[in-house]
T-cell receptor, first 111, second 114 residues
Framework: GIQVEQSPPDLILQEGANSTLRCNFSDSVNNLQWFHQNPWGQLINLFYIPSGTKQNGRLSATTVATERYSLLYISSSQTTDSGVYFCAVGAGGTSYGKLTFGQGTILTVHP | DGGITQSPKYLFRKEGQNVTLSCEQNLNHDAMYWYRQDPGQGLRLIYYSQIVNDFQKGDIAEGYSVSREKKESFPLTVTSAQKNPTAFYLC?????????????FGEGSWLTVV
């Protein structure tokens, strides 16, 4: 099956700093999503981005499907950005509807 | 409010007992999913259903069972055959069956087996 690798595994920032999280995947995808998991376990959708670039406030994401990677940018980080960020991908064919998750990046933002 | 409701939030069971986790959605989504998350790990797919009365095994289906008798409901039973059932269980849904839409998650259920 498709493999998903996220880096870095851990990231510690001071409030106000910028960061880039990376997601590499091993095969063509028709679905790629970024999620933020808060300390209570809730998974929040950040972006649905199988290709191209999107922005939402301080967050933006870029997926280069031909090179099999996606980047999540967090600017002017805040303590509320802390948590785990997951990249999840889905492939076509018999894998319709299935998402494969990376291991996540644990982000800690200090005041 | 529209969304995905999982219950119970916390559940304790004795080893050897079956337990059923509820998942209901009022988003009119066709597809529903069950994922398992272990501490410090990503999510792994247990079962998914793309249409009523049909479901497929995910990557870790052994020891679990599901049903999809109604579009809005997708309950998960953790059976006594599941060797390590203690985990965080997340239900999700998406609008269509082809996997090209955003997937939304419920708040999860914490299952502890003692």
């Amino acid at each position: 099956g498709i493999q998903v690798e996220q880096s870095p595994p851990d990231l510690i920032l001071q409030e106000g700093a910028n960061s880039t999280l990376r997601c590499n995947f091993s095969d063509s995808v028709n679905n790629l999503q970024w999620f933020h998991q808060n300390p209570w376990g809730q998974l929040i959708n950040l972006f649905y981005i199988p290709s191209g670039t999107k922005q939402n406030g301080r967050l933006s994401a870029t997926t280069v499907a031909t090179e099999r990677y996606s980047l999540l940018y967090i600017s002017s980080s805040q303590t509320t950005d802390s948590g785990v960020y997951f990249c999840a991908v889905g492939a076509g064919g018999t894998s319709y509807g299935k998402l494969t998750f990376g291991q996540g990046t644990i982000l800690t933002v200090h005041p | 409010d529209g969304g995905i409701t999982q219950s119970p939030k916390y559940l304790f069971r004795k080893e050897g007992q079956n337990v059923t986790l509820s998942c209901e959605q009022n988003l009119n989504h066709d597809a529903m999913y069950w994922y398992r998350q272990d501490p410090g790990q990503g999510l792994r797919l247990i079962y998914y259903s793309q249409i009523v009365n049909d479901f497929q095994k995910g990557d870790i289906a052994e020891g679990y069972s599901v049903s999809r008798e109604k579009k809005e409901s997708f309950p998960l039973t953790v059976t006594s055959a599941q060797k390590n059932p203690t985990a965080f269980y997340l239900c999700a849904s998406s609008k269509d069956r082809v996997g090209k839409n955003t997937i939304y998650f419920g708040e999860g259920s914490w299952l502890t087996v003692v």
